[in-house]
């Protein structure tokens, strides 16, 4: 990768792991369905300006039917399983297990669209979900049903993102980066909106709480949904996932800081034996020719503008 894909990859794990952190942090406060509207209704309302402004708004016409999957099972439904599990794990959790998210992807690559992974990759899809498997299995925190939900629903998230994140590279080759960010938080928003309403909170969130949700708007879902879906054109789906190696680091380091979140021994250990798994099964470790190929074949699909 070159050096801007590169950068833009750990400003995006800045963003993405920190919104773990002030989602677990504002969820008690407004609940998981408001929590989601506003954080994609105020990401829509700093870009769609920009958007306007660039000529685009026409694209958002383009593929309509397309969008609305785009939106509600892969933008939407995932953030509302975030907020949900954001009530009952802690923010490292949350990033420790959507880190899978790259081994779901690498299965939906094998099973779908026939990439061999080959002896180290599968392997690695092995060590992954048995970090997991020791994440869950030993945690006092986690032995109660909803926390068990709570570990289902992030890993359901991972899975969805992992399909919505080769939809979009087939579905969305033409259209602006810009115009995919605004048009699928837009509708997403949208569709969440009754349920806000008819969830909102009786007691008013404190500021702390709107100041948390705003940046999970503007930085997060905004800038960082813009990111991400310029490095899935660029590096492909494979590579642009692997920014969950940074996450887990950003929301465990952060969680222990801002919220004194507690950080033990089986965490950490999980969180190393997840993200093994998962350089494993990207091809990254051990480096060969091969692995090489196999992750750049997506960018180079991307690059012939598969629609």
């Known amino acids: ?29 407004f609940g998981p369905a408001p ?59 949350l990033a420790v297990l959507n880190a899978t998210a790259p081994l779901f992807a690498a299965l939906i690559a094998h099973f779908f669209f026939h990439e061999r992974l080959g002896r180290w ?34 890993l359901l998230t991972s899975m969805l993102w992992a399909v919505g994140a080769n939809y979009t590279r087939r579905r969305f080759g033409g259209m602006d980066t810009l115009a995919l960010t605004v048009g699928s938080l837009a509708v997403a ?16 969130p404190p500021l702390r709480a709107w100041i948390e949700t705003a940046f999970l708007g503007i930085g997060s879902s905004g800038l960082g949904f813009l990111l991400y879906y310029r490095l899935l054109r660029r590096i492909g789906a494979v590579r642009a996932m692997s920014v969950t190696f940074l996450n887990p680091v950003v929301a465990l380091v952060a969680g222990a800081l801002y919220l004194g979140e507690a950080v033990d021994g089986q965490t950490l250990v999980s969180a ?27 960018a180079a699909v991307n690059r012939a503008g598969e629609s």
């Open 1 to 29: 990768m070159r050096a801007r894909d590169v950068g833009e990859l750990l400003l995006l794990s800045v963003l993405w792991g920190a919104a773990y952190l002030f989602m677990r942090a504002a969820v008690p406060a």
């Open 35 to 93: 929590l989601i509207a506003l954080r994609m209704a105020i990401a829509v309302a700093v870009l769609l300006p920009l958007l306007i402004w660039r000529g685009g708004l026409q694209q958002l016409r383009t593929q309509p039917m397309s969008l609305l999957v785009l939106a509600l099972p892969f933008t939407a439904l995932p953030f509302l399983l975030l907020g949900f599990a954001a009530q009952h794990l802690t923010a490292g959790l």
């Open 121 to 154: 990759r599968s392997a690695g899809l092995v060590v992954g979900f048995s970090g997991v498997a020791l994440l869950t299995a030993g945690s006092a925190s986690l032995r109660s049903s909803l926390s068990l939900l709570a570990v289902a629903s992030v």
């Open 189 to 204: 928003s949208l569709a969440v909106a009754p349920l806000a309403a008819a969830t909102w909170p009786a007691t008013p």
């Open 272 to 298: 190393a034996v997840v993200l093994a798994g998962t350089a494993l099964a990207l091809g990254l470790w051990p480096a060969s020719d091969a692995a090489a190929a196999a992750l750049e074949r997506p």
